[in-house]
């Protein structure tokens, strides 16, 4: 059957988040977590959703850019789309005008996320599958097929490219360029390939035991040392071993915090520190070095994350104290993550499901971070991030890293309860989804309700 797609609607659904400081860090003091939303409807009465995650304010931009892209996506079919998945992400990507406001970042990268995550959505109901099974279960050529590998050919197949350009010194570059891409496709797919040996061991082990998370919830930046302490015993008390504190706004509060909570959780279990961009380079080496003391696994965007060649080095000053660098939640596109990772400027990839490119442009990431061998910690801090990024986890896990170590999944415990399908965690380890579709649906009313500025929520808060 072909599923048409006959509408697209979008609507801007926030939560008011800021209201007891859930959220918070140095950068971003007040968020209202929030999510242009996404439905699409076919001729056959399929349904696709998919969302992208805001912080409030700006919302209704993306909202705009959405609609701008509606487009290219009504009248088409599934069928049509994933049989070029990789022409159709370019289709979206590189519009002869819209790309200006881009390009594949920002604004226009946002709602392209939200789009595609409504049509891989749809690609998964209509398969009967949830999105990581659909992923694990496809043969590793229709997967490659499905990412924009322009710009980062160079990344991925250093060693193939730089024999065809050696070896055809004299080749028209048309022909260089399809041999690349043969090449390409070929290591792509060995790649995939010899993940197969173990794949079913390792979906199973995932089915039985779940994915390591970790708990961002107990320490956010508004917190007061009450709040903090409550909360991390309750979760230690839950069996939780690995926890993050925001930090970043004020150092002599940062050290009480860190003592705080290293004293609560105990010298075994892990700790990370996320400043939110908030430092300058020399700002950041002597500031995480002040918290050194407190053993911190990472310290999670450090600076601007446009900043390559900075956590390049950031990453060296703080490797002989032990201290990793992570980034990513706001890396634009595959070609930032590229850098990064040739530059040695990360020590864990943090992948988001709504920054990038959708689905499509993750998997390209998750690649490269297998080839450079550098672990994937997904974000996930935010209004339906959870609920998608943990098919990709689970999809790298089973399909590609087959690793576990130095690996986790962030999860924060709130909004949950306004999605059909939420995630599950048991024993501290998200377990894998058996609904069909990428986890995007969100519960009707809870969608009417937080509209904005129209729903009853927000009508309550702006006309007290």
Not at 263 to 289: F, Y
Request: aromatic share 8%; charged share 20%; net charge negative.
């Amino acid at each position: 059957m072909a599923h048409k797609i006959t509408k697209l609607t979008v609507s801007d659904v926030r939560f008011p988040t800021s209201l007891e400081h859930h959220g918070s860090d140095a950068m971003h003091t007040d968020p209202d977590y929030s999510v242009a939303y996404v439905v699409i409807e076919t001729e056959s009465c399929m349904k696709g959703y998919g969302l992208t995650f805001t912080v409030g304010r700006g919302t209704e931009i993306v909202v705009c850019a959405v609609e701008a892209l509606t487009g290219f996506v009504v009248g088409k079919s599934l069928e049509e789309i994933v049989s070029d998945f990789r022409g159709f992400y370019r289709l979206l990507t590189n519009d002869g005008q819209m790309r200006w406001i881009g390009p594949e970042k920002g604004v226009i990268q946002l709602a392209t996320a939200a789009v595609l995550n409504a049509v891989w959505d749809l690609w998964a109901r209509t398969e009967g599958k949830p999105l990581w099974k659909l992923l694990v279960d496809m043969d590793p050529r229709k997967l490659v097929s499905c990412i924009d590998f322009r710009y980062i050919t160079d990344a991925l197949t250093e060693q193939e490219a730089l024999g065809n350009v050696r070896t055809h010194t004299h080749t028209p570059t048309a022909t260089m360029n399809r041999h690349t891409s043969l090449s390409l496709f070929n290591r792509l797919s060995d790649m995939l390939t010899k993940a197969q040996e173990g794949k079913d061991r390792r979906e199973e082990y995932m089915l039985t035991e779940g994915y390591p998370a970790y708990t961002t919830s107990c320490a956010w930046l508004g917190y007061s040392d009450e709040l903090l302490t409550q909360l991390c015993s309750d979760a230690l008390n839950s069996g939780w071993t690995k926890f993050k504190v925001k930090v970043g706004a004020d150092l002599k509060d940062d050290i009480r915090r860190c003592s705080l909570i290293r004293k609560l959780i105990g010298p075994n279990n892990t700790l990370m520190i996320d400043a939110n961009q908030r430092w300058d380079v020399g700002e950041a080496i002597s500031w995480v070095s002040e918290l050194a003391q407190y053993k911190p696994v990472w310290i999670e965007e450090p600076t601007s994350p446009d900043d390559i060649l900075g956590h390049a080095t950031i990453s060296k000053a703080l490797a002989p104290l032990g201290i990793g660098v992570a980034t990513g939640e706001q890396c634009h596109n595959r070609v930032m993550f590229k850098q990064f990772l040739q530059a040695s400027a990360l020590q864990f990839v943090q992948i988001d499901s709504c920054r990038l490119g959708s689905v499509n442009e993750n998997l390209a990431v998750l690649l490269m971070a297998h080839k450079f061998q550098v672990p994937v910690c997904p974000h996930a801090g935010g209004v339906g991030l959870c609920e998608l990024v943990q098919h990709l986890i689970l999809f790298d896990y089973i399909s590609v890293s087959a690793s576990l170590h130095n690996r986790m999944c962030e999860y924060v415990d709130h909004l949950h309860e306004h999605f059909i399908s939420p995630v599950v965690l048991r024993d501290t380890h998200y377990m894998p989804p058996k609904d069909p579709g990428y986890s995007c649906e969100m519960v009707e009313s809870s969608v009417q309700r937080h509209q904005y500025p129209q729903g009853e929520v927000w009508r309550k808060l702006l006309n007290p």
